[in-house]
């Protein structure tokens, strides 16, 4: 009970990071399934099955606060879908002793993109509101796709800083487009998981502790992209991610790191981490200030003295 308990917890929190972000629902759920030790692909496969009742209550949601772009959600969902498929697959067909250590790996990859992602780089703004053009989604919705089921997440941390980075979309259209083309992924990864695995290793009490989560979270998360800084909550979220999936790759057959060695990492690691946390607050703050003082000068009255200059 109390380990359902958490998995609902669990689901809230990174539903609530997904939907204000457009990303890490599945990589975060995913890292904690995998350090309390299920199988990969079974992780990958409980994860997806709960994302499709999360990602469609989350679809709704931010449809109904005017944050998708359905022309977007089609043109990177289905090849996503096509994508999560094979992914699927290919994963359930790896070993297990083969498949943690490359899951970990993928998510930490993941995990150090969000960090550096969210702390450093900030948003082009230049060419808001021109179009995408279908020859860049479909081939990112099928990376993208693939990267998500056989790393048990990804589909955020790919597609979402893709489409910020083209300056072409409003952030809150690209978190809520994306986290509505993300239903046929994860329901295209769901059957590309059941068809290869069966039920096996999937504790579908687990699916509806995660779903549970998610569904109370969806509704606050839609409405949360409009307030919560993103950078600060990506790279914290970030830093989550980079520091779990360390610690079961440094545990593996593929490093077997003494126990020093593993602390010496560890504190450099929560080191930059910190770091990159509070370089996020002060940029915000000083972006948050910029944009306030702006506001202030075209707010003055004519006749002051004062030139506004656009």
Do not use: C
Request: aromatic share 8%; net charge positive; no cysteine.
């Amino acid at each position: 009970m109390r380990r359902l308990l958490l998995l609902a917890l669990v689901g809230l929190g990174a539903q609530l990071v997904d939907g204000s972000l457009g990303m890490a629902y599945g990589v975060t759920s995913t890292t904690l399934l995998l350090a309390i030790g299920t199988n990969p692909a079974a992780a990958s496969a409980t994860v997806h099955l709960a994302e499709i009742g999360t990602t469609l209550a989350s679809g709704a949601s931010h449809w109904r606060f005017g944050n998708v772009d359905w022309r977007v959600v089609l043109r990177i969902g289905i090849p996503g879908a096509v994508g999560s498929f094979a992914g699927a697959t290919f994963l359930a067909g790896l070993d297990t002793s083969v498949a943690a250590p490359v899951m970990s790996l993928v998510l930490l990859t993941l995990g150090v993109y969000v960090l550096t992602r969210f702390t450093v780089k900030g948003l082009r703004r230049d060419r808001l509101g021109h179009p995408l053009r279908r020859r860049f989604l479909a081939p990112l919705g099928l990376f993208a796709g693939f990267v998500d089921a056989t790393g048990g997440g990804g589909w955020g941390p790919v597609g979402t800083p893709a489409l910020l980075a083209s300056g072409r979309m409003e952030p809150r259209k690209v978190v809520g487009s994306v986290d509505t083309s993300e239903f046929l992924v994860s329901l295209a990864a769901s059957l590309g998981f059941l068809l290869a695995l069966g039920t096996a290793g999937v504790d579908v009490a687990w699916v509806l502790a995660l779903l549970a989560g998610g569904l109370v979270a969806a509704p606050v998360a839609a409405w949360l992209v409009r307030h919560v800084p993103p950078r600060v909550l990506g790279s914290a979220v970030g830093g989550v991610i980079v520091l779990t999936n360390s610690r079961t790759l440094l545990k593996s057959e593929w490093v077997d790191a003494g126990e020093g060695t593993r602390w010496i990492v560890y504190a450099m690691l929560y080191a930059v981490w910190a770091g990159a946390v509070a370089w996020s607050v002060r940029a915000h703050r000083a972006e948050q200030a910029a944009v306030d003082a702006e506001l202030a000068e075209l707010a003055e009255p004519e006749g002051t003295g004062r030139t506004v200059t656009r």
